[in-house]
């Protein structure tokens, strides 16, 4: 019972502050922003940004709550706003090649991003994809990532590798959380299946993006959408 508690906890943990990376600036549509710089949400209804993020949005700033880049799944966007060079034409499944070039994605927080361990210029971001109709809706059936070196053009950073498969042909729930290692420097990636009880568990470490492993535990959902909520480092749902 306590090792089930730990690891429902773990899932949902929300981190705001880690080393030299934050989240306090959360990107939600066009013109429309959150930031906690102050310790308080402040909305800005005048951001820079110009893309529909809709119900998946990641972005990651720098320890003062600046942006170095953020996401819908779709594209990534540099600080300015505009795409980042080879930040498109990534995220391919039978139903998401519909909506990537739409700049809009129905999916509920199907992305995340994690800075390497052991290199403060780059990071994971990793988004899934939609493959499967299951009773009526878009499901999973990829987990993905790409790299993001932010020193490369002038500072504004370049999608250096992308669609990069980490779990390959499952149906999978409509949502990623991420968690700090205990061991302070690494990270778990967490997704569940469709319905049941069964979790993807993927280690990131200075090693890369490890093979997948599963975990059964918990309630066994007999639906799609449980449990898909909650917080973590950087992607909100």
Request: hydrophobic share 35%.
């Given at each position: 019972?306590?090792?089930?508690?730990?690891?429902?906890?773990?899932?949902?943990?929300?981190?705001?502050?880690f080393s030299q990376f934050t989240n306090l600036n959360w990107k939600l549509g066009a013109n429309l922003s959150l930031d906690f710089i102050t310790g308080q949400?402040?909305?800005?209804?005048?951001?820079?940004?110009?893309?529909?993020?809709?119900?998946?949005?990641?972005?990651?700033?720098?320890?003062?709550?600046?942006?170095?880049?953020?996401?819908?799944?779709?594209?990534?966007?540099?600080?300015?706003?505009?795409?980042?060079?080879?930040?498109?034409?990534?995220?391919?499944?039978?139903?998401?090649?519909?909506?990537?070039?739409?700049?809009?994605?129905?999916?509920?927080?199907?992305?995340?991003?994690?800075?390497?361990?052991?290199?403060?210029?780059?990071?994971?971001?990793?988004?899934?994809?939609?493959?499967?109709?299951?009773?009526?809706a878009y499901m999973p059936g990829k987990l993905y990532y790409l790299v993001v070196d932010k020193t490369l053009n002038g500072g504004l950073g370049d999608v250096?590798?992308?669609?990069?498969?980490?779990?390959?042909?499952?149906?999978?729930?409509?949502?990623?959380?991420?968690?700090?290692?205990?061991?302070?420097?690494?990270?778990?990636?967490?997704?569940?299946?469709?319905?049941?009880?069964?979790?993807?568990?993927?280690?990131?470490?200075?090693?890369?993006?490890?093979?997948?492993?599963?975990?059964?535990?918990?309630?066994?959902?007999?639906?799609?959408?449980?449990?898909?909520?909650?917080?973590?480092?950087?992607?909100?749902?």
């Amino acid at each position: 019972m306590k090792k089930i508690k730990l690891f429902i906890a773990l899932c949902f943990l929300s981190l705001n502050v880690f080393s030299q990376f934050t989240n306090l600036n959360w990107k939600l549509g066009a013109n429309l922003s959150l930031d906690f710089i102050t310790g308080q949400g402040v909305v800005n209804l005048n951001d820079s940004n110009q893309s529909t993020m809709n119900f998946t949005n990641t972005s990651i700033t720098d320890r003062n709550g600046k942006i170095i880049f953020y996401s819908n799944a779709c594209k990534v966007y540099n600080r300015n706003g505009d795409t980042m060079s080879n930040g498109s034409g990534f995220n391919h499944g039978f139903y998401s090649d519909q909506y990537v070039n739409t700049d809009y994605y129905p999916l509920v927080k199907a992305a995340t991003i994690i800075p390497f361990p052991n290199d403060t210029n780059k990071f994971y971001l990793l988004y899934l994809n939609m493959d499967w109709n299951v009773d009526g809706a878009y499901m999973p059936g990829k987990l993905y990532y790409l790299v993001v070196d932010k020193t490369l053009n002038g500072g504004l950073g370049d999608v250096v590798i992308k669609d990069q498969v980490v779990i390959n042909n499952d149906t999978l729930g409509n949502n990623i959380s991420s968690v700090k290692h205990g061991n302070g420097k690494d990270w778990w990636i967490i997704v569940r299946k469709h319905k049941g009880n069964t979790y993807y568990k993927v280690l990131i470490d200075s090693n890369g993006v490890h093979s997948p492993t599963k975990q059964i535990v918990g309630n066994n959902f007999s639906y799609s959408f449980a449990s898909e909520g909650g917080g973590d480092f950087n992607a909100r749902g």
